[in-house]
């Protein structure tokens, strides 16, 4: 399932160009163009759900997989001591990007921020 205005589903696509860090047939890891840690990292699902309340059964098994994958993500993306995971849902969290993701954000201790 692709969103044609979506800019996630066109990187996905390889219709926009990324940084990517790591990508099998479900899921695609990418650097954030604007990094608010050392290492910045986002991990998106391939198939179009904007949100978890707009999940479906099948896109649930994507994100379980993606989940799965994150620690291989975190050592290719140079995470050798830890990181911390976000994944914002709708206006209140500061989403701009409608198409589900999940931060992975690391590579220097995190003390004066928010958890
Ligand atoms: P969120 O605020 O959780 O929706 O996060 C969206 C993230 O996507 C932001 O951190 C942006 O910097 C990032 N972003 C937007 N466009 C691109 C892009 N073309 N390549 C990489 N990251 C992007
Ligand atoms: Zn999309």
Known sequence: MMDPNCIFCKICAGEIPSQKVYEDEDLLAFRDINPQAPVHVLVVPKSHF?????????????????????????????????????????KDAGQTVFHLHIHLLGGAPMGEKML
């Open 50 to 90: 904007a949100t978890l309340a707009e999940m479906d059964a099948a896109q649930a098994e994507l994100l379980k997989k993606c989940f799965v994958r994150i620690p291989h993500i975190a050592q290719a993306a140079g995470l050798k001591d830890g990181y911390r995971l976000i994944i914002n849902q709708g």
